[in-house]
């Protein structure tokens, strides 16, 4: 039997079904080009921005590091300038234990360390003093460490500058006793000298008599211990204190020079001051001694004693490198005229010292 055909309608469909599918596909691939390509540029502009985004937060972060950098530069900068603003000349620290101290500064077994060692405990063990107060290290700190007691204790004026105007004593050396050699005073390490080294001297004094009037009318031992931390970081108020205190006892060895050319009785530190070739005479003492205070040098033992004498306190001094003998506990002056005020030092070598606390 013959298959049978089929209708013309059905065989024309069945050859457009082909071609259909072939459009079909045709139109399959090209929405899938226009994706892709789609998805291409959509990936090539995030990946751009995302690239921008990566180099602008690394651009940020190095800014940032360096910025941080600079800050912490500047900050530690200005951090040391404040201390040395507030703090530049911290003179009198606080009070440190004293065999922490010594165990701190002589390490060693060289027979000066152990001999220190010694020292600072029989400061500690029979001489009851616990603790110690450094002094800044330079050619006034003798000055500074009776000065800072005397305030800080709030001992009041020497008898005879109650009786005079120490003011007016520069005016009067050159006035009433013809001393117009002051003018070669020397004002430490400025070395200043000429016509208005009186100007100079009587602005020092002046700030000695004010300040020692303020310190000796506080009754509060922490308010004048305060006040004596503030006056002893500034370092020009400490040079003009120290300036004065060298002219005051100037002014007491021309006093007493005037009373040895008289014939009058004078204390025998005088006599031996006057022994020496270098110190024959107020003049000679100022030039070749008192000039160089502050300078090239500290007080030297005989200075001390007239340091004690025109202040009117006796200043013990406990010598640690003459332990074991008779010269490690001397006081300046030896024979004091009345019962004077106390105060103490020690020293490791007669050039500086520090300050005890009991």
């Known amino acids: 039997m013959a298959a049978q055909r089929s209708p013309p309608r059905a065989r024309a469909q069945e050859r457009e ?11 399959v691939q090209s929405w899938t080009l226009v994706t892709s390509h789609a998805l291409d540029t959509a990936w090539g502009i995030a ?7 990566v180099s602008f937060l690394v651009a940020t972060l190095c800014y940032f590091r360096r910025l941080h950098l600079h800050l912490g530069h500047r900050l530690k900068w200005w951090s040391g300038y404040l201390q040395r603003k507030f703090k530049r000349n911290l003179s009198v620290e606080a009070e440190v234990d004293l065999l922490s101290y010594c165990a701190r500064e002589w390490t060693g077994d060289t027979p000066r360390a152990k001999l220190m060692r010694k020292a600072y405990e029989e400061l500690f063990w029979r001489r009851h ?6 002094v800044k290290r330079d050619n006034y700190d003798a000055l500074r460490s009776v000065l800072f007691q005397i305030f800080s204790q709030g001992l009041p004026f020497p008898s005879w500058m109650r009786e005079k105007d120490i003011v007016k004593l520069p005016e009067k050396l050159l006035f009433s006793q013809g001393c117009n050699w002051i003018q070669q005073y020397s004002f430490g390490p400025e070395n200043y000298t000429g016509s208005n080294v009186f100007g100079k001297l009587r602005k020092c004094v002046e700030l000695l008599k004010t300040q020692w009037t303020e310190f000796s009318a506080i009754k509060d031992y922490h308010k004048r211990g305060s006040m004596c931390n503030i006056l002893f970081s500034d370092a020009i108020l400490e ?3 120290y300036e004065a205190l060298k002219f005051i006892m100037l002014y007491q060895v021309t006093e007493v020079y005037e009373q040895m050319k008289m014939k009058k009785v004078i204390p025998s530190l005088f006599r031996l001051l006057f022994s020496r070739e270098s110190s024959s005479d107020p003049l000679s003492f100022m030039m070749n001694h008192l000039n160089s205070v502050g300078d ?8 001390m004693f007239i340091l004690g004498y025109a202040l009117e306190v006796k200043i013990k001094v406990f010598r640690l490198f003459k332990f074991n003998s008779r010269d490690f506990e001397v006081y300046y002056p030896e024979e004091p ?7 103490s030092l020690l020293t490791e070598n007669d050039r500086h010292y520090h300050i005890p606390v009991f």
Do not use: F, H
Request: positive net charge; glycine residues 10%; hydrophobic residues 40%.
């Open 17 to 27: 079904r082909p071609g259909a599918l072939a459009a079909g596909n045709d139109q």
């Open 47 to 53: 990946k751009g921005s995302v690239m921008v985004a």
């Open 129 to 134: 003093i616990k603790c110690v107060r450094q």
């Open 239 to 241: 040079y003009k204190l």
């Open 296 to 303: 090239t040098c500290g007080l030297e033992q005989i200075d």
């Open 337 to 343: 005229l009345r019962e004077w005020p106390e105060i």
